[in-house]
């Protein structure tokens, strides 16, 4: 058998790797590790020119910019949304750019709840990201309703995974609208979309899934996942900058119903400049726009974008479940002797793009990693993630990444951290 703890063998890898001339297109580093992407990703060239380009449209025209022969930004997160619907297999008017993640749950949640006596309850689950959760119970609230009855929580029996059955067993006819994950942001769980949206639907249930943590590194077929909506953040896997505006799927079956959050931006085009009295909703997911589209940031989402052009993301989930399955084979083989475990579930079709380290020291180990110039990421109170984001990350960096851990195991370096942890983990 091949060594795989072998720096020649990584470098095969990447001579192999029909994606790594991505990589130069992404500012990086010289000797930096970065394991980060999934709660920033890099900034590519591509981005930077985009946000440029804009600039010097706001330079030269002015007002101009929104309708001009050249520019026309008016339909810009049309543009955008025709791009994104790509990377999701969802029809190019089903999707738009608008807002934040958490704004987008309020929009659909505001759009899609319509509780009624007897069907009122919204269902999520114990381990989601907390602003899906914050904003539901905002929601209940708005509506007069108790979070303690409304809210229904599907607890995880292992701390660190949902079960779908247990989703699916939670689906009662008092459920009016779930909301879940599409990877859960600390273990990587994977969670099969299209069953869970076929028993909802069955069930009289409207379904939507947040996709923050596999947008950009999961091939998502959403013909056939056939959810009811989906909200992301372009910033982390997609690498549409820092606080880049983010993504909203509205399933076209759908498009005719009256936004819960309406705006003139999400006017019908051809009358938005009447300023009409009466708002009347672009029969498309623009249509669920607000205010005014912020440009400047929609402009680096665009721009990174463009690295998926002539890429399929059938490619890039090829390339992120290598690096991740190399990254669980290291740990494996050199590092479960110093007390680390792979959190994550291993199979394919169960793992999104990260690997959840596992250890008891893992605060002051993941202090010693960026002082080694690794830049991971700390989940409290025991999880290392590791991101090798397919688009800029070589197998040569899976590999360097664990030398480094090895060497901070084996040099006990860690101990001359402090196991507190900061404010901003
Ligand atoms: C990163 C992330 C968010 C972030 O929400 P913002 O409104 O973009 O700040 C929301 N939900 C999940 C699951 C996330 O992973």
Redesign the pocket.
């Known amino acids: 058998m091949n060594n795989l703890f072998d720096l020649n063998y990584a470098r095969a890898l990447d001579r192999a790797d029909s994606l790594a001339p991505l990589r130069g297109r992404f500012y990086t580093v010289p000797g930096r590790i970065y394991m980060d992407g999934n709660s920033l990703g890099l900034c590519s060239v591509d981005a930077e020119k985009a946000v440029q380009r804009a600039m010097d449209d706001w330079k030269t025209h002015g007002i101009g910019i929104w309708t001009g022969a050249e520019t026309d930004y008016f339909l810009y997160h049309d543009r955008i949304g025709e791009k994104l619907a790509r990377l999701i297999g969802a029809r190019p008017e089903e999707v738009t750019v608008c807002a934040?993640?958490?704004?987008n749950v309020h929009q659909c949640v505001a759009t899609f709840w319509k509780p009624t006596k007897d069907r009122y309850k919204i269902l999520v689950d114990e381990l989601?990201?907390p602003?899906?959760r914050y904003a539901v119970v905002s929601q209940i609230r708005l509506r007069g309703l108790d979070p303690a009855d409304a809210l229904v929580t599907v607890p995880s029996r292992d701390g660190k995974t949902i079960n779908e059955d247990d989703i699916i067993a939670a689906m009662t006819p008092d459920v009016a609208l779930i909301l879940l994950?599409s990877v859960l942001?600390r273990s990587a769980q994977l969670l099969d979309m299209e069953r869970l949206s076929r028993e909802a639907h069955s069930r009289g249930i409207m379904i939507g899934f947040?996709l923050?943590?596999s947008i950009g590194a999961v091939d998502h077929d959403f013909a056939n996942i056939d959810c009811d909506f989906a909200v992301w953040?372009n910033y982390?896997y997609l690498s549409g900058g820092p606080g880049a505006t983010?993504g909203l799927y509205v399933n076209h079956r759908h498009f005719d119903r009256e936004p819960g959050l309406s705006g003139w931006w999400g006017n019908r085009k051809d009358t938005q400049f009447e300023l009409r009295p009466d708002f009347e909703h672009d029969l498309r997911a623009g249509g669920w726009q607000t205010g005014t589209g912020p440009i400047l940031s929609m402009a680096g989402v665009d721009g990174a974008l463009e690295i998926y052009s002539g890429v399929e993301m059938k490619a890039i989930r090829e390339k992120s479940l290598a690096l991740t399955r190399y990254l669980m084979e290291l740990i494996d083989a050199e590092l479960a002797r110093y007390g680390f475990t792979v959190g994550n579930p291993r199979e394919d079709a169960r793992r999104g793009g990260h690997v959840c380290l596992e250890h008891d020291d893992a605060v002051r180990i993941n202090e010693a990693l960026k002082a080694a110039d690794v830049v991971p990421d700390f989940r409290y109170p025991n999880v290392i993630r590791l991101a090798p984001v397919a688009q800029y990350t070589r197998f040569e960096d899976v590999y360097e990444l664990v030398r480094r851990l090895v060497e901070i195991m084996e040099t006990k370096a860690y101990l001359n951290y402090s196991d507190k942890i900061g404010p901003v983990a």
């Open positions: 934040s993640t958490t704004l989601n990201f602003t899906d994950p942001y947040d923050c943590h953040c982390k983010a």
